[in-house]
């Protein structure tokens, strides 16, 4: 893993925008896994940032998003669909074909989680996957388990998680208790990992997920095994682990 340190979020952010940048001007047809939250905000502003000043272009660029809460509609303004286009996908030229994210408002989860395995399928590899990661060391919505979950499956939400997520709804009741999420494996196949981290409160996780055991308890930690990824992180994130880098 290789470590890249920011000042701040906002150093953080142009380090890691600068990244996806790259792997679309080297491949412009590139496919890239994407990812919400608050910590990815600053890399898509720069990103919109950069489009219009035409230094790059989404013309053939296409996407695979890690997860979306299951039961809310695309209008929703928590939905990752929603939050997808807000920060991105309506400020850049990306093609509405190109752009895939699970569908929330299938109820059928088998059948949603066989269809979304197949468009990372079809695909053909992931070039670029970014990464945020939750207090207890979930990605996408891998929640802490016994085993790692391969594929797209649909989770029932940690206390923990529900907890984080109920800063963007009115009342705590709105947060959806399920979500669909990309699996382990197929966030494992893709041939880079761009993680990103900020803040304080997620130092803990850092040195857990990293600097401990592999284990499905801190899904994070699997990445250890992952032979190219990259962490961006500001400095409060690795003040547990200054001395350990
Ligand atoms: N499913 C998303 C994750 O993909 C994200 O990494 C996490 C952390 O979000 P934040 O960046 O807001 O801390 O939140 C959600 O649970």
Same mark, same amino acid.
Request: aromatic share 8%; charged share 25%; hydrophobic share 35%.
């Given at each position: ?21 790259? !792997?679309? $001007?080297?491949?412009? /047809?590139?496919? +890239? ?7 990815? #905000? *600053?890399?898509? @502003? ?74 990372? !399928?079809? $695909?053909?590899?992931? /070039?670029?996957? +970014? ?7 979930? #990605? *996408?919505?891998? @929640? ?102």
């Amino acid at each position: 893993m290789r470590v890249i340190k920011g000042k701040d979020y906002k150093d953080m952010s142009r380090k890691a925008a600068n990244i996806i940048s790259a !792997e679309i $001007i080297t491949k412009p /047809d590139c496919v +890239l896994g994407l990812a919400t939250g608050s910590s990815p #905000i *600053g890399i898509y @502003e720069n990103l919109v940032h950069w489009y219009e000043q035409d230094d790059l272009d989404f013309s053939q660029v296409r996407s695979v998003n890690l997860d979306e809460y299951k039961g809310l509609p695309k209008d929703n303004d928590q939905s990752y669909d929603y939050f997808m286009h807000q920060y991105l996908f309506n400020k850049v030229n990306i093609k509405p074909e190109n752009i895939n994210i699970p569908n929330g408002m299938e109820e059928d989860a088998q059948k949603e989680c066989a269809r979304y395995n197949q468009v990372l !399928e079809e $695909i053909g590899g992931v /070039d670029l996957q +970014l990464l945020g990661i939750g207090h207890n060391g979930h #990605i *996408g919505f891998n @929640e802490p388990g016994e085993a790692f979950e391969k594929e797209t499956h649909c989770v029932d939400l940690t206390e923990s998680t529900i907890n984080a997520n109920k800063r963007f709804f009115e009342k705590e009741e709105d947060v959806p208790r399920q979500a669909y999420t990309m699996g382990i494996k197929s966030i494992m196949k893709a041939k880079k990992i761009l993680l990103i981290i900020s803040g304080k409160e997620k130092a803990g996780i850092v040195k857990e997920a990293f600097f401990g055991p592999v284990t499905p308890k801190v899904p994070a930690s699997i990445l250890q095994l992952h032979n190219d990824v990259i962490l961006v992180a500001d400095a409060d994130a690795l003040s547990e682990v200054e001395d350990l880098l």
